[in-house]
């Protein structure tokens, strides 16, 4: 049974930096392609970035030059280390992993960006 267990969001000031954390369990980790997605407010849930297992990235238009997505095949983890946060980043992120025809979401974790 895969599991993606997120952490590292709260709250933090507009300008501010925070780090996500996403741990795999149960998934044959450096061969899946993993995301982070979020869903804000009233939004519907975008793509925020993915790293292949290959090591190919890619950013959503509103993050790009802000937030940087790594990985850590030994740790079984992603990370998504967010700068120059804003209000409007202010939502529950989501970790993804697909493989094949399966994907996985994790139970989210929330940001909050606010003064």
């Known amino acids: 049974q895969v599991q993606l267990v997120e952490s590292g969001g709260g709250l933090v000031q507009p300008g501010g930096s925070l780090r996500l954390s996403c741990a795999a369990s149960?998934?044959?980790?450096?061969?899946?392609?993993m995301g982070w997605y979020r869903q804000g407010p009233g939004k519907q849930r975008e793509f925020v970035a993915k790293?292949?297992?290959?090591?190919?990235?890619d950013y959503g238009e509103s993050v790009k030059g802000r937030f940087t997505i790594s990985r850590d095949d030994g740790k079984n983890t992603v990370y998504l280390e967010m700068n120059s946060l804003k209000p409007e980043d202010t939502a529950v992120y989501y970790c993804?992993?697909?493989?094949?025809?399966?994907?996985?979401w994790g139970q989210g974790t929330h940001v909050t960006v606010s003064s």
């Open positions: 993804n992993a697909a493989l094949g025809r399966s994907a996985t």
């Open positions: 149960g998934i044959a980790f450096s061969l899946a392609d």
């Open positions: 790293v292949t297992f290959g090591g190919y990235r």
